[in-house]
């Protein structure tokens, strides 16, 4: 069946550092990608997303780009602040319209 | 426009109890897909549905089941609840089922506490 699978957490980085959180999917046919992250207390929001491959998504300077052939969609920042500090899901949506999540990266950003 | 709302916010609950919760989609948004989180096995689908009619279905048992309105507004129920009930439960809703790409708008979730 499908599935997204991304790196464990979590991940404690300083200031100003770059991130890499992994993501990589296995789904028949050309999913959509996405990345939703959740602030504490809060609900996913959508931070960017992918429809075809090759695409790349950007948000708040956060980037990710699908990759078919090696089917990856990992998330990076170059340069990370404190109110990043959240839980990342990578996420896709497969041909029959079914949304599957991988389990979270908890990113905590230390001044 | 008003974001996806979702009540109550927090539910406690015994064993064998049943819970009804519920998800006002974003206006005009005529899916609703629902998804149980906790910490162990992330997101899960529970269920979707769009114009009244459940269009997916993930692998939960029977006694998990919704329902949607004719205003899309949307409602969940677990009957004879059990401890592994305990978890966040967050709804979604997108403006169209079909177009294949669309984006799904999270509410912040009912944490239902299962004693």
């Known amino acids: 069946g499908d599935s997204v699978t991304q790196m464990e957490g979590p991940v404690t980085l300083s200031e100003e550092a770059f991130l890499t959180i992994n993501c990589t999917y296995t789904?028949?046919?050309?999913?959509?990608l996405f990345w939703y992250v959740q602030y504490p207390g809060e609900g996913l929001q959508l931070l960017l997303k992918?429809?075809?491959?090759?695409d790349k998504g950007s948000n708040k300077g956060f980037e990710a780009t699908y990759r078919k052939e090696t089917t990856s969609f990992h998330l990076e920042k170059g340069s990370v602040q404190v109110s990043d500090s959240a839980v990342y899901f990578c996420?896709?949506?497969?041909?029959?319209?079914?949304?599957?999540f991988g389990t979270g990266t908890s990113l905590t950003v230390i001044p | 426009k008003a974001g996806v709302t979702q009540t109550p916010r927090y539910l406690i609950k015994t064993r064998g109890q049943q819970v009804t919760l519920s998800c006002s989609p974003i206006?005009?948004?005529?899916?609703v897909s629902w998804y149980q989180q906790t910490p162990g096995q992330g997101l899960q689908f529970l269920f979707e549905?769009?114009?009244?009619?459940?269009?997916n279905k993930g692998n939960f048992p029977g006694r998990f089941s919704g329902r949607q309105f004719s205003n899309s507004r949307s409602e969940m129920n677990v009957s004879t609840l059990e401890l592994g009930d305990s978890a966040l439960y967050l709804c979604?809703?997108?403006?169209?089922?079909?177009?294949?790409?669309?984006?799904?708008?999270f509410g912040p979730g009912t944490r239902l506490l299962v004693l």
């Open positions: 992918a429809t075809k491959a090759d």
């Open positions: 206006s005009g948004h005529r899916s």
């Open positions: 789904a028949t046919g050309y999913p959509s």
């Open positions: 549905y769009f114009s009244e009619t459940q269009r």
């Open positions: 996420a896709l949506r497969n041909t029959g319209n079914q949304f599957y």
């Open positions: 979604a809703s997108s403006l169209e089922r079909g177009l294949g790409q669309e984006t799904q708008y």
